[in-house]
């Protein structure tokens, strides 16, 4: 990554670019008539309608008020849609999956949109892309150098990139002009981190509340820097110096995080610099800025709500490479709630067996996981998931029971 770059500059000039569109085609009510017709759901209505409590026999589904398709989401999937309207013939790629969800990328399949290979060392294989093909940017956004390659091979660039994702952009760019090092709240490997990181000067991504605690106590007391490289070998900018570069940090994050750990961790990094430079100069050594998305914040305060209710089990909906779910999951098991991440109603086998994916761990099958009577069955679904979907995991469980 060329640190030197303005990548404000960059994003400016391929914004007036003929060859790239961020805004839809005009086909808006062609996709919106199409994926109604693939993802609504009339009992997901009506559940809504009876206030998100349902019975159904022997079940009562307690469905989370919030959950589901987000408006970024909702967005990037209609512009891939209208993509391939726009461009009938053209060959269309997509950097990644257009969202983590297995069925809507499974549509892109059948629209004939290839997805750009990942050679063996993890990195994309572009070498298929040529000038003039329609190149989609998912929701999570492309790195800077992903975008500058595209651009240089004269591709039509459609960036369905949320919102929210760019929000966190600029405050890294806001980091970077002040020469300050950004601290990533995030999973290193994620496609967004990714490209959030490719925008910073200097950066270092942390996991979790564990990790922030070992940076802070770097900061404070120092140790071993070789150790700390080795721990972060992975997660920082190249040629980053524990040392010299965690003087003056800021902290942004991937969108789809926990907010109240990444509230926590701004908190714990803002102390630090306190305790180490002083009240007085702490707006001098520390930035900080919550971009934690309205809708991961919705579904998350929706699922602390939901498991209050005395439930029998949880079932969690969506990509096991969806973020957002995988925290709407922590939550659950956080409460000792029997919880079951699935990404499809196939996983649901019989009523004495369920394939699922237990938090950190591979997929495994579990057994006896839907009690016998009356049951009280909590339902929430991340931001990727469409109602359909929902719906088929909860038409199953009433069949299974009823």
Same mark, same amino acid.
């Given at each position: ?43 997901? $209505? ?59 990328? @499974? &549509? ?94 200097? %950066? ?49 994050? $991937? ?21 180490? %430079? ?61 919880? %079951? ?11 004495? @067996? ?21 049951? &009280? ?26």
């Amino acid at each position: 990554m060329d640190n030197t770059l303005d990548t404000q500059a960059m994003r400016r000039a391929l914004h007036k670019s003929p060859n790239y569109f961020r805004q839809g085609f005009g086909h808006g009510e062609e996709a919106e008539s199409t994926m109604r017709s693939q993802y609504h759901s009339d009992l997901i $209505q009506t559940i809504r309608e009876h206030d998100y409590v349902y019975t159904q026999g022997d079940v009562t589904i307690y469905l989370a008020k919030s959950f589901g398709f987000c408006w970024g989401v909702e967005r990037a999937v209609a512009m891939a849609y209208e993509t391939r309207t726009q461009f009938p013939t053209e060959r269309i790629w997509i950097t990644n999956e257009i969202i983590h969800n297995p069925s809507v990328n @499974a &549509k892109l399949k059948e629209m004939e949109v290839q997805f750009v290979p990942v050679n063996n060392d993890g990195n994309k294989d572009f070498s298929g892309v040529e000038q003039g093909d329609v190149v989609i940017l998912p929701a999570f956004g492309a790195s800077v150098q992903e975008t500058q390659l595209l651009d240089k091979l004269g591709s039509k660039i459609v960036d369905t990139t949320c919102p929210w994702v760019s929000k966190v952009w600029n405050r890294v760019e806001k980091h970077k002009k002040a020469d300050f090092t950004s601290i990533v709240h995030g999973k290193y490997n994620h496609e967004e981190t990714i490209a959030t990181s490719s925008y910073a000067k200097r %950066y270092l991504v942390v996991l979790n509340m564990q990790e922030a605690e070992y940076v802070a106590n770097y900061m404070l007391n120092g140790g071993d820097c070789q150790e700390f490289l080795t721990k972060f070998s992975k997660a920082m900018s190249e040629g980053f110096d524990p040392d010299r570069d965690l003087e003056r940090v800021g902290v942004a994050n $991937q969108t789809t995080m926990l907010k109240g750990e990444t509230e926590a961790i701004g908190k714990l990094f803002e102390k630090t610099m306190m305790q180490k %430079y002083g009240v007085e100069h702490v707006n001098e050594h520390f930035l900080s800025f919550n971009t934690i998305c309205d809708a991961t914040q919705e579904r998350q305060d929706a699922m602390f709500e939901i498991v209050e209710e005395d439930l029998d089990l949880m079932i969690v909906i969506g990509g096991y490479n969806s973020s957002n779910t995988t925290h709407l999951q922590e939550i659950a098991i956080e409460r000792n709630l029997p919880s %079951y991440h699935i990404d499809d109603v196939h996983r649901i086998l019989s009523a004495e @067996a369920i394939e699922h994916k237990p938090l950190g761990k591979v997929i495994e099958q579990a057994t006896n996981w839907l009690p016998t009577g009356k049951i &009280k069955v909590g339902v929430t679904s991340g931001a990727s998931t469409p109602d359909r979907v929902v719906e088929d995991v909860i038409n199953r469980i009433f069949a299974l029971k009823n």
